[in-house]
C-alpha cells in the first residue's frame, strides 16, 4: 500500500551535515496526514526526531532543535532531514514514517544509518 524509502546516511566528522531523504509511494495521495523521522541508536529505544503535518505543522525533540530541519516536497513525495552540528550522540540508524488520514496505521521506512565519529 506505501512504501518508504530512505537515502542519504553515512558516516560524517562530529560538526558536520547530513541529508536524509525520503521516497515515498503507493496509495497516499491527498492522504497524507504525517510524516516523520525516527531514529534508534544502539542499546537504546526508537525516538522521534521531528515530523511534519500536512499543514506544514513541525515538531522536533529538544535534542536536535536548532540544528535538524525537517522539510517536504508535496509534489514530489519527498521528506527530507537536514542535519547539521552533528555529534555523536546523532549516532543511529534513521527511520522515516507516513500516517495517512485515517489515522490507524503508521508505515515506517526500512532505515539508513547514520554515524558521527572522527
Known amino acids: 500500500q506505501v512504501q518508504l524509502v530512505e537515502s542519504g546516511g553515512g558516516v560524517v566528522q562530529p560538526g558536520g551535515s547530513l541529508r536524509l531523504s525520503c521516497a515515498a509511494s503507493?496509495?497516499?495521495?491527498?492522504?497524507?496526514?504525517?510524516m516523520g523521522w525516527y531514529r534508534q541508536a544502539p542499546g537504546k529505544q526508537r525516538e522521534l526526531v521531528a515530523n511534519v503535518k500536512n499543514d506544514d505543522t513541525t515538531n522536533y525533540a529538544d535534542a536536535v532543535k536548532d540544528r535538524f530541519f525537517i522539510s517536504r516536497d508535496k509534489e514530489q513525495n519527498i521528506l527530507y532531514l537536514q542535519m547539521n552540528s552533528l555529534k555523536p550522540e546523532d549516532t543511529g540508524v534513521y527511520y522515516c514514517?507516513?500516517?495517512?488520514?485515517?489515522?490507524?496505521?503508521?508505515?515506517w521506512g526500512q532505515g539508513t544509518q547514520v554515524t558521527v565519529s572522527s
Open positions: 514514517t507516513l500516517e495517512r488520514v485515517y489515522r490507524d496505521y503508521v508505515f
Open positions: 503507493g496509495n497516499i495521495h491527498d492522504r497524507i496526514y504525517e
